[in-house]
Antibody, heavy 115, light 110 residues
Framework: EVQLVESGGGLVQPGGSLRLSCAAS????????VNWVRRAPGKGLEWVGH??????????LFGASVKGRFSISRDDSKNTAYLQMTSLKIEDTAVYYC??????WGRGTLVTVSS | SYELTQPPAVSVSPGQTARITCSGD??????TYWYQQRPGQAPVTVIY???ERPPGIPERFSGSSSGKRATLTISGVQTEDEADYFC?????????????FGGGTKLTVL
């Protein structure tokens, strides 16, 4: 069974940092891109960014609202991807989901940025 | 970069057919994906690559694409289909592409 499990969310102050994890199982993780998507309260889905596979040189790409503040990495030996978030803003408050294997989604982890 | 436009809301009665559209210049050459998100739950992929249905998704969900418009059709709508639906495609036709989402359509089953 394909499974993605996010972790690492929580409460952080503006300007702070947080690292989210996405643990995968049930499919060929090393050959799959991993996308991060978020949904803020009262808003729609927003693409955060992605990391491609080793075959594609682990290339990353980010949405305009997080570019320069967020980074994505992966450890294929652990079947895990990471979303490093820095210089967090109140508007980054959202549930963050990872998505991979073309169609699979995790359950999400809540990030709250507040003083 | 490309943008995607969806109607904010669609309402149907149980058993009827719901059609949710997604418009964008890029759709003429890029795939469309559709996601269902019920309140408090994670998104679920209901259609990928314009018209493919993942395992476990009921046959009443179908997708089509023509020109700059993609359509998600739900035949014989059930109350459990009430949710937000989002279309997604790429933000460019370049070889390394980001994603773009439509604003979402709230499907109400009356």
């Amino acid at each position: 069974e394909v499974q993605l499990v996010e972790s690492g969310g929580g409460l952080v102050q503006p300007g702070g940092s947080l690292r989210l994890s996405c643990a995968a199982s049930g499919f060929a993780f090393s050959g799959s891109a991993v996308n991060w998507v978020r949904r803020a309260p009262g808003k729609g889905l927003e693409w955060v960014g992605h990391i491609r596979s080793k075959t594609n040189n682990y290339a990353t790409l980010f949405g305009a609202s997080v570019k320069g503040r967020f980074s994505i990495s992966r450890d294929d030996s652990k079947n895990t991807a990471y979303l490093q978030m820095t210089s967090l803003k109140i508007e980054d408050t959202a549930v963050y989901y990872c998505m991979s294997a073309t169609t699979a989604w995790g359950r999400g982890t809540l990030v709250t940025v507040s003083s | 970069s490309y943008e995607l436009t969806q109607p904010p809301a669609v309402s149907v009665s149980p058993g009827q057919t719901a059609r949710i559209t997604c418009s964008g210049d890029g759709l003429a050459k890029l795939y469309t994906y559709w996601y269902q998100q019920r309140p408090g739950q994670a998104p679920v992929t209901v259609i990928y690559k314009d018209k493919e249905r993942p395992p476990g998704i009921p046959e009443r969900f179908s997708g089509s694409s023509s020109g700059k418009r993609a359509t998600l059709t739900i035949s014989g709508v059930q109350t459990e289909d009430e949710a937000d639906y989002f279309c997604q495609s790429s933000d460019t036709a370049d070889s390394h592409r980001g994603w773009v989402f439509g604003g979402g359509t709230k499907l109400t089953v009356l």
